[in-house]
């Protein structure tokens, strides 16, 4: 991208681009922000569409569908996934169990503990960019739900200055895709690989296909492959 006027179907193409990336964060960040329930079951299992060439994307993206798909209609398989969120991300349930607790700062503070400097920051971009975490979530600013979250209105809004279809409009797009390149650089990229590493081990003793492992895995994949993409349009 630069800071010309696009032709329309470049203008298209990145729109287009722009949509499928928000509707993935929107989805990752929904299931990382609670338990999964009937009607998020169903939408990955039936109606969440992505395409890629990336084989640990498809792979764990077809992993998530079938886990998804056997709890459908399910209310012990949805028990099951609601008993593994609040262990693996809670720390509930057997002391000995492996947990993976959804912060930044837990990964990037010097002491290891939730509410440090990544907290900070992360409110501070909300407030910079006039934004303020939904009041129904309680946990802190930089929960991984909150941040997959951002990263799905920056693209939202990417799209909506490109549909002005003017110069303006272009260069306020090419700015938020800096936006969100900046944020994946100083905050996802800083602990998600960490963060699904440690997913995968906490959630494989549910089996080496279980949903948690799966999206472990997507996530991870995902997010790196989304900055690189983005650092290529710039």
């Given amino acids: 991208m630069s800071d010309i006027l696009l032709d329309e179907e470049t ?3 990145l729109a287009a681009l722009m949509e499928s990336r928000a509707n993935v964060y929107r989805l990752l960040s929904r299931c990382f922000r609670s338990e999964v329930d009937e009607a998020l079951a ?17 792979e764990a993206l077809a992993a998530m569908e079938r886990a998804a798909a056997a709890a459908v209609g399910d209310e012990q398989a949805l028990e099951l996934l609601a008993v593994t969120f609040d262990r693996v991300f809670f720390g509930m349930g057997p002391l000995t169990a492996r947990h993976a607790f959804p912060y930044e700062s837990v990964y990037t503070s010097d002491r290891g503990i939730m509410m440090q400097e ?17 009041a129904s979530f309680t946990e802190p600013e930089d929960h991984l739900a909150v941040e997959l979250a951002f990263m799905a209105t920056l693209a939202d809004r990417t799209v909506a200055f490109l549909a002005a279809r003017d110069e303006a409009g ?13 944020f994946a ?40 492959g989304d900055a690189e993409l983005l650092e290529e349009m710039l």
Avoid at 170 to 182: F, G, I, M, N, Y
């Fill in 11 to 13: 203008r298209s193409g």
């Fill in 42 to 58: 169903r939408d990955i299992a039936e109606a969440f569409t992505f395409e890629s060439d990336d084989a640990t994307l498809t």
């Fill in 118 to 134: 990544a907290y900070a920051a992360m409110t501070r971009t909300l407030r910079e960019q006039a934004l303020v975490k939904d």
């Fill in 170 to 182: 272009d260069a306020a797009a090419t700015e938020t895709v800096r936006q969100s390149l900046a």
């Fill in 185 to 224: 650089q100083s905050h996802l990229l800083n602990w998600i690989g960490r963060f699904c590493a440690e997913l995968v081990l906490a959630a494989t003793p549910d089996g080496e296909e279980s949903f948690y492992v799966a999206l472990a895995r997507f996530t991870a994949r995902f997010v790196e």
